[in-house]
């Protein structure tokens, strides 16, 4: 016999499923916020616990763990920029207007502190063996892959150029953050993520 709901039921569902979702930013951003600060070590139960507010059984309750919330941060990141990459406005315009819209919602997704955050986790997580991090990287791989056939549908490319094309953006930002704070006073971007904006159109188009 099935269960009816009624509308103050409904209702009620509908706010704790809100708030078990602000309960969880909480957290997240507890972990982005304290890597940020204070780097990977930083982000102990206790502190992610006591940054976000709740008791870490609260913390074991939406996620299990901090590996689990590890992998959350990673996820989310990957889903932003891929909601990001999604919109239509990228496919529209020329090749070079392309290209330009997709390196520099790259270089805008880089600087946000869920990727600085993902950078960390994932250099600190390095050599781990865990097979989850494997497979959760290889769909992110091939997300980008297709966001990126998507977004250059009229380039003749396979998908190992493709794929070079992704590493290439990927390495020469990741290389401009890093001189950036090195050198956050002299070091100007600009001319980097032009050059590699005719990089890419070349490797795309050539």
Known sequence: MAIELDQAD?????????????TQDKIINAVIGLIKEKGFAAASSSQ???????????????FGGKD???????????????????ANRFTTG?????????????WYHYQGDEYMATM??????????KAGNDLSISRSRRAH????????HDSKGSDKLFQEVIYTVHCMLTGILIEIALEPESFDP???IKRLKVTVTDMLYA
């Open 120 to 129: 960390e986790i994932l250099l600190a997580t390095r050599g781990h063996g």
């Open 94 to 106: 020329t090749a070079e207007r392309r290209v330009a819209k997709y390196v520099d919602a790259a």
């Open 68 to 86: 689990e919330i590890l992998e959350e941060v990673l996820q989310r990141s990957h889903l932003k920029f891929h909601d990001t990459l999604s």
């Open 145 to 152: 892959l297709d966001l990126a056939r998507r977004i250059f």
């Open 190 to 192: 600009r001319p980097y």
């Open 10 to 22: 409904i209702d009620a569902m509908g706010r704790q499923a809100a708030k078990s979702k602000a």
């Open 48 to 62: 992610i616990a006591k940054r976000a507010g709740v008791t870490w059984g609260a913390v074991q309750h939406h």
